[in-house]
């Protein structure tokens, strides 16, 4: 796929406001034909612009109070210690989202759990345990003031 035009565009902000749109609902939003929106939507899916779908189900009301950013600089940059650090965090599910970063911290995670015990057990039977680990800051989430999954096209 060479790049998206008008109509990719039109049919990306209707799925990101809502990705349960039947495929005629998305055509006429698009405004094209319901089989020549099928077909785009599969191109874009091939093509990986569209990764996957989800429900986007909000934390607290299902009992995950503790939200924290989490600062994680390692030691050296080993590839094994970078290597393990990576493919382990992916496996956590408490692991929303992890990057690697310039600054002081050389990755940042975002981490939800049940609440302060929760976190704690994430910490010391999971986080310190990691090998090339040499310091872990924590920053509180106290209050969420945005929180987007909609990219602006």
């Given at each position: ?8 565009r039109?049919?990306l ?51 995950m ?6 600062h ?75 929180q ?6």
């Amino acid at each position: 796929m060479d790049g998206i035009g008008d109509a990719d565009r039109r049919i990306l902000n209707a799925l990101q406001a809502d990705g349960r749109l039947s495929n005629q609902q998305l055509a006429d939003l698009a405004g094209m034909s319901a089989s020549a929106c099928w077909r785009r939507v599969k191109a874009l899916e091939e093509a990986g612009i569209i990764r996957r779908y989800c429900a986007i189900v909000d934390p607290v009301r299902v009992g995950m109070t503790f939200h924290a950013i989490v600062h994680v600089t390692l030691t050296r940059h080993d590839e094994r210690n970078v290597e393990t650090f990576i493919a382990e965090v992916r496996r956590r599910p408490e692991v929303l989202g992890c990057q690697a970063t310039t600054g002081e911290a050389d990755y940042h995670l975002r981490v939800v759990c049940a609440d302060l015990s929760a976190y704690n057990d994430f910490l010391e039977r999971f986080l310190f345990r990691l090998p090339g680990v040499a310091t872990v800051r924590t920053n509180l989430v106290l209050k969420e003031i945005k929180q987007e999954t909609a990219i602006a096209l």
